[in-house]
C-alpha cells in the first residue's frame, strides 16, 4: 500500500478535515501569528479552501469567529491552572507554539491525515520540540486516547473546539465519556465552546451584518457542508438556536449523567484585542463585544456528588479485516471497530480490489463488529455507490443496529 494510496483512503473516510484546512486560512485572514507560515507550508498559499466562500462578507464573518475562539481558548488554556493542554483536534492552528512559548506541554490529538501533515511543520518552527508531541486518534476510540495520553502526568486542560457538531448522538456519547475517564485518570477539566457553537456564529454574523445576516449564514454553512462532505449531525450536547432553553438544560443534562458538571464563562470576558477588528468599523465592533455577552464557553470538571449513567469501561477486540473476491463478489468480515483509524484500511482494500476486477457486489459480515463510526458508514456509502446499491451487510448484531439504527 503505497502512502499516496493511504492518504486517499483518509480522505474519503474523514472527509471533516478539511474544515481544518479553511480554519488555518482564516487564521491567516485574521493575521494570527505563524497562521501564514502554516499555510504556505501546506501550499495553500492561494487559500484553495476558502474559494468557494465568494462573498468576502462570509470570508470575514468567519475570520472573526475563527480568531475569536482562538484567542479566547488560548486565554482560557493558560488560566486553567495545567501545565499540559491536550487540544482534541489540534488541527492545523499554531496553538501549539503559542503555548509552548508560554511554557506548557502541548499534546494535538487529531486524525492521523491531519498529524501527518501539521507535525513536522510545527517541529520545523520551534524549538521547544520537547514539549510538543502528535498522536493520530479516533476521538470515540477510548483505547487510541488513552495510549496517546499513557506517559503523561499532571493534571489535564483538555480543549474541544470544532469537534463535536460532526457526530451523532451515539458517537457523543462515546466522546464525552472518554474525556471523563482521562480526568479521572489524570485529573484538570475540558473546556469547549462547541455546545454554543451555532449561537457564536449567529451572534458574531448578526452583530457586523445585520438584516443581511441570515443569508450570509446560510452561505457560510453551505460552503462548510460541502467541504466537508458532512452534514451537521444531531447530538444532545449541541444547542439548537430555535428552542435555546430548553436545548441547553438538555446539553447540561447530557454532561451531568456522564458524572460531570458545567461552569459557563461568558465569552465577552475572555476576548483580547482581534487583528479583525482593523476590517471593521467601531460600530460593528461595539455590536459584536456586546453581542458575545450572549456567548459561554464551557468549563467542564468531574463532579465528585454525582456517578456517570454506566460506569462500565468496555475493551475492544483489535482491529482484524479479512477480505476476498470470491465469484465475483467482494467479501469481508471486520473484527471489532470501524472507525476514523480502521475504516480507510476497509477502503483501501476495496480499491485494491477494484482496480483487479470490477465485483458484481460486496458482502460484509459484521457478526464481530462491535461499534461503527460515521467513518465507516462513509466507506460503506462509497463501496454501495461505486456498486449501484449492490451491498449487502450480513450478521447485523444489536448493538450495531442500536448505534445507527
Not at 484538570?188 to 445576516?213: A, N, R
Amino acid at each position: 500500500m503505497t502512502i499516496e494510496t493511504e492518504r486517499n483512503s483518509q480522505a474519503q473516510a474523514n472527509p471533516v478535515f478539511m474544515t481544518a484546512k479553511t480554519a488555518i486560512c482564516l487564521m491567516a485572514a485574521a493575521n494570527i501569528p505563524d497562521a501564514s507560515t502554516i499555510v504556505r507550508c501546506l501550499e495553500l498559499e492561494n487559500h484553495d479552501p476558502l474559494q468557494n466562500m465568494i462573498d468576502p462578507d462570509v470570508i470575514l464573518g468567519n475570520a472573526l469567529v475563527v480568531e475569536t475562539k482562538y484567542r479566547a481558548m488560548c486565554s482560557l488554556i493558560k488560566d486553567s491552572g495545567c501545565h499540559v493542554c491536550v487540544d482534541l483536534p489540534c488541527g492545523y492552528t499554531p496553538k501549539a507554539l503559542h503555548l509552548s512559548k508560554a511554557g506548557m506541554r502541548f499534546i494535538g490529538l487529531d486524525l492521523p491525515i491531519v498529524v501527518q501533515e501539521i507535525e513536522p511543520i510545527i517541529r520545523s518552527l520551534t524549538t521547544s520540540s520537547d514539549e510538543i508531541t502528535f498522536h493520530g486518534i479516533d476521538a470515540t476510540n477510548y483505547e487510541s486516547i488513552r495510549t496517546a495520553l499513557q506517559n503523561v502526568t499532571g493534571p489535564l486542560c483538555i480543549t474541544t473546539e470544532g469537534m463535536m457538531m460532526y457526530f451523532d448522538a451515539h458517537e457523543a456519547d462515546a466522546v464525552v465519556s472518554n474525556i471523563r475517564a482521562m480526568l479521572e485518570l489524570h485529573g484538570g477539566l475540558w473546556i469547549t465552546p462547541d455546545p454554543e457553537f451555532i449561537l457564536q456564529f449567529f451572534y458574531s454574523f448578526h452583530s457586523i451584518f445585520g438584516k443581511d445576516s441570515l443569508a450570509k449564514l446560510a452561505t457560510s454553512k453551505e460552503s462548510a457542508q460541502q467541504q466537508a462532505n458532512v452534514t451537521n449531525l444531531s447530538n444532545p450536547l449541541i444547542i439548537n438556536p430555535d428552542d435555546i432553553i430548553r436545548s441547553a438544560k438538555t446539553a447540561e443534562n447530557f454532561i451531568n449523567s456522564h458524572g460531570m458538571k458545567v461552569e459557563k464563562i461568558t465569552l465577552a470576558e475572555h476576548i483580547p484585542n482581534l487583528s479583525i477588528y482593523q476590517q471593521l468599523t467601531q460600530e460593528q465592533i461595539r455590536n459584536f463585544k456586546t453581542a458575545m455577552n450572549d456567548c459561554h464557553y464551557w468549563v467542564i470538571t468531574l463532579d465528585e456528588q454525582r456517578q456517570q449513567a454506566d460506569d462500565t469501561e468496555q475493551q475492544s477486540t483489535p482491529f482484524e479485516m479479512n477480505y476476498t473476491l470470491e465469484n465475483n463478489m467482494f467479501k469481508v468480515s471486520i473484527v471489532g471497530r470501524l472507525d476514523s483509524l480502521t475504516a480507510p484500511q476497509l477502503l483501501t482494500a476495496w480499491e485494491k480490489i477494484k482496480t483487479t476486477s470490477m465485483p458484481m457486489g460486496a458482502e460484509i459480515d459484521c457478526a464481530k463488529l462491535e461499534y461503527i463510526t460515521s467513518a465507516g458508514i462513509r466507506v460503506f456509502l462509497i463501496i454501495q455507490k461505486t456498486l449501484g446499491r449492490n451491498l449487502t451487510l450480513t450478521n447485523i448484531n444489536t448493538c450495531i443496529i442500536t448505534i445507527h439504527a
